[in-house]
């Protein structure tokens, strides 16, 4: 009796450690979701894509340089972000929310016309990675991948995990850090808050926003080298990882920070013990019906703004 406890507990301990770690994962993909909307009230359909695109960069980076992949951050971020930039300034902002009100819209056509552009964009994109890498799986390789930190005789989590969540707290806590005591991080907050309000203090909103689609996109790029090292990924394979991000978001609450560390979190030790009890099969019903429940309890999210 005893002894089955004991290995009950164990259970236990293994699963909300490693859905733990795996929230940390899943916190990263997410958290350039979470601004987007939270900033720009845009839901990127292509977010997924992006960090396919961010994982092959970090690939072609390696194919030059034999380094860490750790050290393709260095190149993949500055990348990413200069991505983001470009595409609010020269796509997006036309078909924003704030375009629509500026041209005498109503809001929701606003909401729609960066679904269908982004969406657009999610082909696009996989169709030139197709045609630029084949369909062959790729996988970044690294020395973490089998490592893992042993807490006890029958209790260990995953190195790379591991890493991967400090890697998912300081993110957060520099992007919060950023948008609470730059000036940079102010003026975006305000363009959320009240972009026409932010314009006659003198900011520019347009501007303001291709930051935070820069910034989103640079998250998405750490997000991605991290899908590299960690599993195997294919041209077509951005729309998994945005249903990931999506539930993460509508957990912890669209445009919270705070809300993609715990919403992680949350759909990550439930996946993992479902999986535990009920089988591999229970991970992604698992997360389902959570999310769901949190949808019908509170569907503003646990840490919605």
């Not at 859905?19 to 916190?27: E, I, P």
């Not at 990550?268 to 019903?285: D, K, N, R």
């Given at each position: 009796m005893n002894?089955?406890?004991?290995?009950?507990?164990i259970d236990i301990a293994n699963g909300l450690l490693s859905?733990?770690?795996?929230?940390?994962?899943?916190?990263v993909i997410s958290i350039g979701l979470a601004l987007n909307f939270g900033?720009?009230?845009q839901v990127n359909l292509a977010h997924g894509d992006w960090l396919i695109v961010a994982a092959y960069l970090a690939v072609a980076f390696l194919g030059i340089a034999n380094v860490s992949p750790f050290w393709t951050l260095a190149g993949v971020i500055p990348v990413?972000?200069?991505v983001g930039w470009l595409i609010q300034r020269v796509l997006l902002a036309r078909v924003s929310v704030q375009a629509a009100e500026r041209r005498g819209m109503a809001p929701s056509i606003g909401l729609m016309s960066p679904l269908l552009v982004t969406f657009g964009m999610s082909i696009v994109i996989g169709q030139g990675l197709l045609a630029l890498f084949?369909?062959?799986?790729?996988?970044?390789?690294?020395?973490l991948s089998y490592a893992a930190v042993r807490l006890g005789e029958d209790l260990s989590v995953s190195t790379l995990r591991l890493v991967f969540f400090v890697i998912a707290v300081a993110m957060l806590i520099a992007v919060q850090t950023f948008l609470n005591t730059?000036?940079?991080g102010r003026a975006i907050r305000a363009a959320a808050d009240d972009p026409e309000v932010a314009a006659l203090m003198g900011m520019h909103p347009a501007r303001v926003h291709a930051v935070a689609s820069g910034i989103s996109l640079a998250t998405a790029g750490v997000a991605g080298v991290m899908i590299g090292m960690s599993r195997s990924f294919q041209p077509f394979d951005g729309p998994t990882f945005l249903l990931v991000a999506f539930g993460v978001v509508i957990l912890g609450g669209l445009g919270s920070m705070t809300g993609a560390l715990v919403g992680g979190v949350i759909?990550?030790?439930?996946?993992?013990?479902?999986?535990?009890?009920?089988?591999?099969?229970?991970?992604?019903?698992?997360?389902?019906i959570l999310i769901l429940l949190v949808l019908a309890v509170?569907?503003?999210?646990l840490f919605s703004k």
């Open positions: 002894e089955d406890l004991y290995w009950i507990g859905g733990t770690m795996l929230g940390g994962y899943y916190a900033v720009m009230r990413m972000y200069g084949d369909a062959n799986a790729q996988a970044i390789r690294n020395d730059t000036h940079a759909l990550g030790i439930t996946q993992v013990l479902s999986g535990t009890y009920f089988g591999p099969s229970a991970q992604l019903v698992g997360g389902y509170k569907p503003q999210g």
